[in-house]
């Protein structure tokens, strides 16, 4: 696709990005509805000024924390997200010695398969969620979210779910797991009910989260005391007080 957005243009980032999302729809990465999902996104970025915030940064240190001490950490892989940061998927899974798994919302074969050849392409060796033969289901969901590999979501102590519905969110807490989530609106279900929710826009926060892995692993970080209810709170705060800067501007 031609690229008409200026390099000079004030949202030339973002942008940017809904023209990849909008590439990868068209290379049959991504669902229809994935193309709302990231209006809403947008919308909340605008919200927190585009940039990733205190209360993300101290979130992210958490997840980074909570996935490198995981036994079995798994990165849940859906149509957005391969469409935006395959490469930063796939770094992500080495810093945490984490699994990948394709598991998606709006199930399709052929787009699980296309989802397949792109994480290949950008490096990553195994893929789970692929083989019918290793899958199973947990219990609590309707979505064929329920549907997950026996050596990776399933067994898994810590997953990392960007993107996701709060029904999922849910079961997998039920199931015993520590859910974490990048998700832009700090209202959603999936955001008041993941242990750990990263209130930025995915394609930011993921280089953040891999840094912070990589410090965690050579011990430059310590891990701190993290509750997620009162860093959501947090992060609407910072909301609040980016709009009223920005009504004093206008
Ligand atoms: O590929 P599939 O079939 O698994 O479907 C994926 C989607 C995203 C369509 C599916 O999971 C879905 O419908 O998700 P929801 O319920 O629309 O939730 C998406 C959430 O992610 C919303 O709260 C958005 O604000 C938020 N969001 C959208 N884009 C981003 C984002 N959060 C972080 N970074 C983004 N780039």
């Not at 050849?117 to 309707?142: M, Q, W, Y």
């Not at 969110?169 to 209202?187: E, Q, R, S």
């Not at 891990?223 to 009504?247: G, Q, V, W």
Request: hydrophobic share 40%; net charge positive.
């Amino acid at each position: 696709m031609t690229n008409l957005i200026p390099k000079n243009h004030p949202r030339a980032h973002s942008l940017y990005v809904r023209e990849r999302l909008v590439n990868a729809f068209d290379d049959g990465l991504v669902a229809k509805e994935g193309l709302m999902a990231h209006g809403r996104g947008e919308a909340f970025d605008y919200l927190i000024g585009e940039k990733t915030s205190k209360s993300a940064k101290n979130a992210i240190k958490a997840a980074a924390f909570a996935l490198v001490s995981a036994k079995h950490p798994v990165i849940s892989v859906n149509g957005n997200i391969a469409g935006l940061c395959p490469r930063e998927i796939i770094e992500l899974s080495k810093v945490a010695n984490a699994k990948i798994e394709i598991n998606l919302f709006y199930a399709n074969e052929k787009r699980k398969q296309t989802i397949l050849k792109v994480l290949h392409k950008n490096g990553a060796k195994e893929i789970l969620g692929v083989d019918k033969k290793n899958s199973t289901r947990i219990s609590g969901l309707d979505s064929a979210r329920r549907i997950v590999d026996r050596d990776g979501i399933y067994i898994a102590d810590v997953v990392l779910v960007p993107l996701e519905d709060g029904d999922r969110t849910i079961a997998l807490k039920k199931a015993g797991k520590k859910v974490i989530t990048f998700d832009l609106n700090p209202l959603s279900r999936t955001a008041q009910t993941a242990d750990i929710t990263i209130v930025d826009n995915v394609v930011r926060g993921i280089r953040e989260l891999i840094d912070a892995c990589e410090k965690t692993q050579k011990k430059k970080l310590r891990n701190m005391p993290f509750d997620n209810k009162k860093n959501l709170a947090k992060s609407i705060s910072e909301i609040r007080n980016y709009l009223t800067r920005r009504a004093r501007i206008a």
